[in-house]
C-alpha cells in the first residue's frame, strides 16, 4: 500500500457521530468526490435504517446497520473502518472487524483502552495485514482524497490549511491537536501536505512514526516529510535508523516537543500517556539531537519549526524536486441549508415525465413496453426490475384474489355501504377495512408460520405441535369443501405455475409435507390459496435473492396482504358498481336473522 | 496516565484474595497491616484476626511507593538485634517517623503517614528470590533471579534472567520458555516450586492488568511458604472499567515527597472529574510571571517548552513559567470561567518579585471542533470580574488560537479587554502558535 486513502476510499463509520459524519461529506462535496466517503453507519443500538446528512446542498441517506458485519456485507468496497466507539467497547470493535477481513486500515479514536487489549489489538491487526490509526487520534487525511471524521477542524480551516488538495508534505504527529496546527504550518510556508496521520496519544498505538514515514516514502505525492515527536519512546530512534539504511531517502524535518521535562526530575506528566521519558534517550533534547546528528532537519526550537519547513521547501522548489501545485476547482458548501421532511425514494416527478424508479412512465405503459402491472409493481414498491417470471407470478396472485363473491364479508360491507347512498370511495374503503387477521390475513400468517417453521427446521410433527402451543390454527390450511380429491383449481395453477417457472420452491415444498400431515388427520385440512400465495410469494422472494432479514421485513411490514389488497379492490369495486347499475335501496337486516336476548340491566 | 502506582500493603492484598485461583499449592499467610500512626497499630492489635501484632516479632516499613528502604534505614526489624520489635516498639517508632520530616537519599523529602507492619520472617538468604514482570517495548518481560534482595540490582545482567512474552505467545508457549530459562543456580530441590511459582506469577500478573509487578525478595520457607518480603506494583488503571470487581477499592497515591496538590489544583481535579471536557492544572511556581491558559494537551506542551526557551534566553529562568495545564475537549462556558478564575486568582497573588509585568498566555492550536467563542466567553466572564486585580498586577495578555468560530472568538476578547482597560493582543491562525511567547518575552 503505498497511499492510505484515494478519491475511491469509502469507510463505515462506527458509531452514528453525526457532526463527524457531516463534516467528512462537506469535504467530501468540496474536493468533488464521485462518492460519498462515509458508505454505512453501524449504530447497534438505533432502530432507524439511514441516517440523513447535507451533501453540499442536497441530501443523502446514509444506511445503518446493527453491525459491522452487516455493513461489510452490504458494503464490500469499503475497506476502511473508523471506529468511534467508547474505550470499553473499542477493543471488541476491533477485533470483530480483522476478524471479518476486508479492512485495509481501521482507526481507533478512543483513549484509554486497557493497555493489554490496545496491544493484543495492535498486534492482531498487524499479523492480519491492517494498518491501525490510533488508539486515541483524531486519525488520518489524504488530501483531496479522503478525510477522517474532525481532522482538519471546520472547512474553512481545511481549504486555508490547503487540505482540500495534495501538496508535497507527509506528516505524522502523536498528537491530535498539533495535526491541525502542523498543516497550517505547512500550508503557510510550503504548499501543504499530501498525506498526514496523526497516530494518536496512547502508550500502545497500532501504527507508529516508522509505518506511517516507510509508507509515505513510496508514495510518490509525497516528497519530503515532517515529524513531530514528543517526549518518551524510542519511536523517533526507528526514523534515525531508516534513514541510516536507505529506507528512507526523502528529506525528512523533525522535532520533538517537551523539552521542558528536563526542568522537573519527576512527578509533572506533560502531555499524553505515552509521553514520559523513562531512560535520557526517550527525552526530547536526546532525541531531537540524535536526529540532528541522523541528517534530519532539526529546527533550534519548536518556535523555529516554520523557518525550518519553508527552507527545505523553497529548496526543493528552487532544485525542481517540487514543482508548483496548480489549485484545483472546488464545490462550495452553502452556509445555509434545509434539513428536508419528506424523502421519497420510489418515484421523481421534478424531471420532463414522471418516472417509476427511474423509469418514465411512457417506458412501461404502452402493451409495446413488454411490461404488465406486475413490473409496475416491481418497481414501485421493491424498486428493483423483477424478472418476467417473478412479475407474471405477481399478476396471477392479483387475478387470483381479485374476487370470491357477495358473501365473504368484505364485499358485503362493501355492497351494504354502496346501499346506504355512498360513493364507490367510501364503499371500497369499507369493504377494504375489513381485510385484516380474519380476512384475507391468511397469507400473512401462512408466510410467517410457514417460514418460521422452515428456518427452524421443524419437521411438519414438531411444526404442528408448535402451533397447538401458539393456540392459533395454521393459517393457510383447510377449506371448507376442497379436499385432495376435490382440489381447488386456483391452488393447483398456482402450483403448476410456480413448478413450471420459479428455479425453486423449497418452501412449499415443505408446505406439502405438512399438508400430507394435516390431510391425513382431516380430508380438508388442505394447503388453500392464501397459504399457497403467501409461501409461493417467499419462494419468489428467495429466488430473487433477498435475504431471509429482507424476506421477514416484507411480512412484518404487511407486503403480502397488499397483494391481497390491491387484487380484491378490484373485487369490490365490482360489486359498488354492481349495486349502483340496480339502484338497489337501503339495506336492512331482517329482524327475523336475528337472536334477540335482552336482560334488564343490573343495578350496582 | 495509564500507570499508576499502589502501596504495596494493597498489592500483598491482592495476591491473598487470588492467591487460590493462581497460587493453589503453595502458602500465603497475607499477614500485614496499614497504619498511619502507632494509636492505630495499637487498636488494630486488639482486633480479632490481628493477634499476631501482639505474639509475634514485627517488621515496620513506610509503604508510600518509595523503594531502596532499606538503604534508607526506614525498616525497623530489630531494636538490639533482627526480630526483637514488638508492638509497642513498632508503634514509638511509627509515631517518631511521623512527627518530622524525612529526606530520602535521592534528595525527595516529605513527611512519613502511612506504614506497613507485618510479621518477621526469619529465614536464610538462600531463600530468597527475585521475580518481577513488566512491558518493555510490545512484549511481556518476566525477570527472575536466584538471588533476591537489595543486591540484585548490582551485577543485574549476571544474576537475572529474562523471559520476553509476546502478547500472541500461547500460555504452552508461555510456560515452555519459563521454564527454559530458569535461573541455574536455583537449588535442584527449589527447581519444580520456582517453576511453577513464576508461571503462575506472571499469569497473575497479566490477569491482573498489572503495568509493572516486583517481589524482592519472595522467599520460599519450608511446607511451600511463601513470604512475600517487598512488593513494588503499578496498575494500568484504564484497565479499572474491566477489573472493579476483581481490584476493589484501590487508591492509588501521590509520590512521595511531590508536594499536596494546593487547594486550586484540587479543584480544578474535581471539575475535570465530573466534566466531559479535559481540565487540567499544575502549579510549577506560584511565584512565577508567566501564567497559561492553553487549549490541548500538545499545545499546552510547546508552550511550555516555548516559555522555557524564551525566559531562558532573555535573562529568565524556568522558574518564571508559573504553572502548566489545559483545558480542551469542549468545556462549557462556565467551566471555562472557573478555569480562568482560578488562573486569575493564582496569578494575582503576589507581586512580582523584580517589579515585572505579569503575562497571561490564552493559547490553543487550531482546534479541530471546540467552538472557540463560545469558550471565550467563560475567559471574558472571568476578565470583567478580575480586571481590577489583573490591573494591578500589570497584567499582559496575549491570546493565539484558531478553530471553529475564532474569528468572533478574537473579536470578542479584544473588545471585552479594551473595554475593561486590559492590555491585549489577538492572534489567529496567520500567526505561528507559539510566536506570542516570543512576543511577550523577547527584550
Known sequence: MEKLYTKDTQAIFWNNNKTAIQRMLDYDYTIQRKTPSVAAIVAPTSGNKFEKFFYGPDEVMIPLYKSTAAAKKEHANADVLLNFASFRTAYDVTMEAVELGG???????????????????????????VTVIGPATVGAIAPGAFKIANIGGTIENIVNSKLHRAGSCGLVTRSGGLFNELSN????????????????????????????????????????????????????????EAIKNGQIKKPVIAWCIGTIAKHFSTGVQFGHAGASANAEAETAAAKNSAMAEAGIYVPSSFNDLPATINKVYTDMLAAGTISEIPEPSMSLVPKVRRSKEFICTISDDRGEECTYAGFPISS??????????????????????????????????????????????GAHNAKVTARAGKSVVESLVTGLLTIGPRFGGAIDGAAKYFKHADDNNLDPKAFLKYMKGEGVPIPGIGHRIKSLKNPDLRVTGLMNYAAEHFPATPLLDYARTVEALTTSKKENLILNVDGTIGILMVDMWRALGYSENEINEFIESGTLNAFFIVGRSIGFIGHVLDEKRLAMPMYRHPMDDILYDVPEAEKL | MAQKAIREYDGKALFSKQWENYFSGFHYGFKSVLVTSGAELLAKAEEHGFEWLKQEALVAKPDMLFGKRGKNDLVLFKTNKPGDVTLADAAKW???????????????????????????????????????????????VLYMSAEGGMEVEEGWDEKVNEVVIPIDM?????????????????????????????????????????AYLEINPIVMLDNNEMAILDLVARLDDTAGFLMKDTWGEIEYPTAFGMEDQSPEEKAIAEADSKSGASLKLTILSPMGRVWTMVAGGGASVVYADTIADFAEANGGSIADLANYGEYSGGPTTSETKFYADTIIDLMTRHKDPKGEDKIMIIGGAIA????????????????????????????????????????KGLKDIKEAADRLGLSIEVYGPETHVTDIVRMALEK
Open chain 1, 364 to 409: 412501461v405503459a404502452t402493451p409495446d413496453t413488454g411490461k404488465g402491472i406486475g413490473d409496475v409493481i416491481s418497481l414501485l414498491w421493491f424498486k428493483k426490475q423483477y424478472p418476467k417470471w417473478a412479475t407474471d407470478f405477481i399478476e396471477t396472485v392479483i387475478k387470483t384474489v381479485a374476487d370470491h363473491g357477495p358473501a365473504v364479508s
Open chain 2, 94 to 140: 511509627i509515631d517518631e517517623k511521623i512527627s518530622h520530616t524525612t529526606t530520602l537519599l535521592t534528595g525527595q523529602h516529605g513527611t512519613l503517614s502511612h506504614f506497613i507492619i507485618e510479621p518477621f520472617t526469619p529465614h536464610s538468604q538462600e531463600q530468597e528470590y527475585y521475580i518481577s514482570a513488566t512491558c518493555v517495548g510490545e512484549d511481556d
Open chain 2, 368 to 407: 479541530n471542533f471546540t467552538d472557540v467563542a463560545k469558550t471565550f466567553t467563560g475567559i471574558i466572564q472571568s476578565f470583567e470580574e478580575n480586571a481590577e486585580k489583573m490591573k494591578e498586577h500589570n497584567t499582559k495578555i496575549y491570546v493565539r488560537r484558531g478553530g471553529p468560530n475564532y474569528e
Open chain 1, 185 to 240: 504550518i505547512i500550508a503557510i510556508n510550503a504548499d501543504g501536505i499530501a498525506e498526514g496521520v496523526a497516530i494518536g496519544g496512547d502508550r500502545f498505538v497500532g501504527s507508529v512514526f516508522i509505518d506511517n514515514m516507510l509508507r509515505m516514502e513510496k508514495n510518490p505525492e509525497v516528497k519530503y516529510m515532517v515529524l513531530l515527536g514528543e517526549v518518551g519512546g524510542t519511536e523517533e530512534y526507528k526514523i534515525i
Open chain 2, 170 to 210: 500461547s500460555d504452552a508457549d508461555m510456560e515452555h520458555a519459563v521454564r527454559a530459562n530458569i535461573p541455574a543456580d536455583i537449588p535442584a530441590q527449589d527447581k519444580a516450586k520456582f517453576e511453577s511459582f513464576a508461571i503462575a506469577f506472571f499469569k497473575f500478573y497479566r490477569d491482573m492488568n498489572f
Open chain 1, 103 to 129: 479492512f485495509s486500515s481501521i482507526m481507533v479514536t478512543a483513549e484509554g483502552i486497557p493497555e493489554r487489549l490496545a496491544r493484543k489489538m495492535n498486534n492482531t491487526a498487524r499479523n492480519a495485514g
